[in-house]
DNA sequence: GCTGGACATTTTTTT
DNA sequence: AATGTCCAGC
């Protein structure tokens, strides 16, 4: 054997050593460093450590792994790393295979776009532990920080401020609204909602209102809305404000314009990645190509059979058709699954194998089967909770952490009973979702104190708070100024500060000089102060902190979340470089609640199935396992798509679940106010029936029939809890599962035994061998079948 | 300009 | 059921 073939072959077969922790498809994705890569990654297939070990690897070897050229010292190097591949550890191999390195990627070269900030700094930390310092230098975050980055260096090249404020939907929302009642449009002909979706929707395929009023422009309704999005994008730009959408749509026109930004960027990144490739929009999915340019060095990771957010805009075409998009991209396909228990696997795969839109991918593990799929009824959602509740409470007694358990729902409304149950209970739980802390009125409030301080030209903000305690500044106040500033050109704030030199505002000068005179001492203060200290002294003078006080209901929580984004200030001054107000304003406009998840915490955790997306827990409890809210309702309506869609969501939630799933549905159930008759879901038919267990809990009403002091409470809704209860039992419900085995009769054909049972979209097939000889089919609900004892 | 009561609305959610 | 939003009347 030569030197050059020896030195190849030793060294692959080191690289093999040192990722001998990964699987053989994962390492293949590892070493494949250059050119377009798609990695086809299905649930627990350990997704993260291929990317923390990809870009481990570009760093420490560049692209020795792929390369086939044989550098001028591999004789001297081919005695260490033969002694490394027979001896060596990891950190002597490691050595070796640094000195073999092929242009090594400086860590500032490697963008790497995550789904959420909280991935990003899994990232940053998994990272930090394999590579060190040089980890920090890695661009890691969502493509809206990333982009935020780059606009605040570039963005006055396209005519914006580089200091610019961010909308959050409840900020566009307001400004719509107002747009709409500006233009007398009624709320029925187009809802704020409506609208902001349309504009939405726009924006991630980098349509302007010039381009929408293009092709719409004989529909009135729609010519409407084209004029309410070019009034609403002239007033964003007046305030110095994006919104979310406009942040990856801006980035892609100023790249679009300016070619010399592009360039730079390009050169900037020489590898990039992107995590959650299927939840991408055809805006990011533009601007990966747009700086892939045409070194085309981008890998992206996801799972189509994951693609849960196309209401808010993902293809899933940029994921099925990446490799159109990039011809001759290497598809890689994780398949082994190292996080679930092998029927859970089996009813994943059950369910997502009706679905026909993907890429096809099937889910394989070594474990052993484990446990059933436990499909569970109950009669009423107090049971339901109850029997959570009970099966954590015994599992801790013997020794299980509250943490290994996790509540996942679809809708944020489910909840609800469960959170009183468990709290009568006293077991601990944190719900993430709902209302997140970002979102409560008394934040938003202060916040947007603390934007006009940082950007006084923030009308939308200003708006909120200019009266808000009170201050008599009404409505016909606020318009007069509005008219004006547009009169003269100038901002909202410009106006009020100058009030007394303006006609008619004379009467209300005073109040509004006042406000002026506190926000811009405001200013003064916090350019001499601390960001916390600016942040207690806002809360202070504004008097808002005093306005909470004496409010009837929730005043102490309120001024509890007050107090914490004080703290939260803090936190922030003690980590972060720039401690300026802008800039910690800008960080708080891009973190979300899922952001603050911590596992190390001993609680159950309950969040909605989208929530839950990447996490995984011991044990998974899925209430409202029905129809018409698992799949929903609304999901209906949108054809196969809505239910592909659904079921994909379906298999997101199975696939949390490591050792033991249930799927829990109700006969009744009282949402939105109303009680109704329910089914369980059709996903719950398309598992392979041998790895589920199926059982309805007839007779378990008994105990919790009786409520406790607690529920009784509201005498109105125990009524309402044993009329559902009384009616559930006097109508038995057909649609309670009969297990093989079981002895029927039916009026027509006599009497028979169940051979098989498959839940059906709501209803139950059922294969019975008739006495006399004859094997029928038939639909639970429709034939009138007598269980036999 | 403020207040209280009628009224609708209620998928999923990151950024 | 619960909550926020809107509008009429003070």
Not at 92 to 99: M, N
Not at 226 to 239: I, M, N, P, S, T
Request: charge should be neutral.
């Amino acid at each position: 054997m030569n030197h050059a073939t020896e030195y190849l072959e030793t060294r692959q077969k080191l690289f093999d050593k040192y990722f001998g922790f990964l699987n053989a498809a994962q390492r293949s994705a590892v070493y494949c460093t250059e050119g377009p890569l798609l990695v086809l990654a299905g649930a627990g297939s350990g997704k993260t450590t291929v990317i923390v070990n990809r870009i481990a690897n570009l760093v420490l070897f560049g692209r020795a792994a792929s390369d086939k050229r044989v550098p001028d010292c591999a004789v001297e190097l081919l005695p260490a790393m033969r002694e490394a591949l027979a001896h060596g550890d990891s950190n002597q191999v490691r050595e070796v295979l640094r000195r073999c390195a092929v242009e090594p990627v400086f860590p500032y070269k490697i963008l790497c776009i995550t789904f959420t900030n909280k991935a990003a700094n899994e990232f940053r930390e998994r990272l930090y532990a394999t590579l060190g310092e040089g980890a920090r230098d890695i661009w890691a975050g969502t493509f809206h920080s990333v982009c935020v980055r780059l606009l605040r260096r570039y963005i006055d090249r396209i005519g914006y401020k580089n200091d610019f404020t961010i909308y959050d939907t409840d900020d566009s929302k307001r400004l719509i609204s107002r747009i709409l009642k500006d233009m007398n449009i009624a709320e029925s002909i187009l809802s704020p909602r409506h609208a902001l979706a349309l504009i939405s929707h726009a924006k991630e395929n980098d349509r302007t209102p010039e381009d929408e009023s293009r092709d719409t422009l004989r529909d009135l309704h729609r010519s409407r809305y084209c004029e309410v999005y070019a009034r609403y994008q002239k007033q964003l730009r007046a305030a110095n404000a994006l919104d979310f959408d406009d942040i990856i749509m801006l980035t892609g026109r100023l790249f679009d314009e300016q070619p010399e930004v592009l360039e730079r960027c390009r050169s900037m990144f020489e590898y990039i990645l992107v995590d959650e490739y299927q939840d991408t929009n055809r805006s990011q999915s533009r601007l990966v190509g747009l700086l892939a340019g045409s070194k085309r060095n981008v890998c992206v990771v996801g799972d189509d059979d994951q693609s849960i957010y196309s209401f808010r805009g993902a293809v899933i075409d940029n994921i099925l058709d990446f490799d159109k998009e990039y011809p001759g991209a290497k598809v890689i396909r994780l398949e082994q699954n190292y996080r679930s228990v092998g029927n859970i696997l089996k009813a994943a795969n059950g369910i997502i194998a009706n679905n026909a839109d993907r890429r096809g991918k099937n889910l394989w593990t070594e474990a052993p089967d484990g446990e059933r799929v436990h499909i569970k009824r109950f009669l009423s959602q107090a049971e339901e909770a109850a029997f959570i509740c009970d099966e954590v409470a015994s599992a801790v007694a013997s020794g299980a952490k509250y943490s290994d358990f996790a509540v996942l729902y679809r809708v944020n409304a489910l909840s609800n009973s469960l959170e009183t149950a468990l709290a009568r209970r006293r077991i601990p739980y944190k719900i993430y979702g709902g209302l997140r802390f970002y979102e409560r009125r008394e934040i938003k409030d202060v916040l947007a104190y603390l934007s006009v301080i940082a950007n006084p030209a923030d009308s939308v903000r200003l708006r909120r708070i200019i009266n808000v305690p009170r201050r008599s500044i009404g409505d016909t106040t606020i318009e007069k100024i509005v008219s004006l500033a547009e009169e003269k050109g100038a901002t909202l704030f410009e106006i009020i500060e100058n009030a007394s030199g303006y006609e008619g505002l004379q009467r209300v000068a005073p109040k509004l000089e006042r406000f002026a005179g506190l926000i811009n001492g405001l200013r003064d203060y916090s350019s001499a102060h601390t960001l916390s200290e600016t942040v207690r002294r806002t809360i202070e003078a504004s008097g808002y902190i005093e306005m909470l006080a004496e409010e009837d209901d929730n005043s102490e929580d309120r001024e509890q979340n007050v107090m914490e984004l004080i703290s939260s200030a803090q936190t922030y001054e003690e980590t972060a470089e720039d401690r300026s107000l802008p800039a910690f304003l800008n960080e708080l406009s891009l973190v979300s609640d899922i952001d603050s998840y911590d596992s190390a915490d001993d609680a159950i955790v309950l969040m909605t199935v989208h929530a839950a997306k990447g996490l995984e827990f011991g044990t998974v409890f899925v209430p409202g396992f029905e129809e018409g809210l698992f799949p929903s309702a609304q999901s209906f309506a949108e054809g196969d798509k809505g239910l592909e869609e659904e079921r994909r969501l379906a298999y997101v939630c199975v696939t949390r679940a490591k050792k033991r799933l249930y799927l829990l549905h109700t006969g009744t159930r009282l949402l939105y106010g109303r009680t109704e008759t329910r089914q369980v879901s059709r996903f719950a038919g398309e598992m392979p029936p041998e790895c589920c267990d199926h059982s309805a809990r007839d007779g378990a009403a008994a105990r919790t029939a009786a409520p406790s002091a607690h529920v009784s409470r509201h005498s109105e809704s125990r009524q309402a809890f044993l009329d559902n209860i009384r009616r559930a039992e006097t109508k038995p419900d057909s649609a309670a599962l009969i297990p093989a085995g079981r002895r029927v009769s039916h009026p027509i054909f006599g009497q028979g035994t169940v051979l098989s049972a498959s839940p059906m979209g709501g209803d139950v097939l059922y294969e019975i061998e008739f006495d006399n000889g004859n094997k029928k089919r038939l639909m639970g609900n429709f034939a009138k079948l007598k269980k036999l004892d």
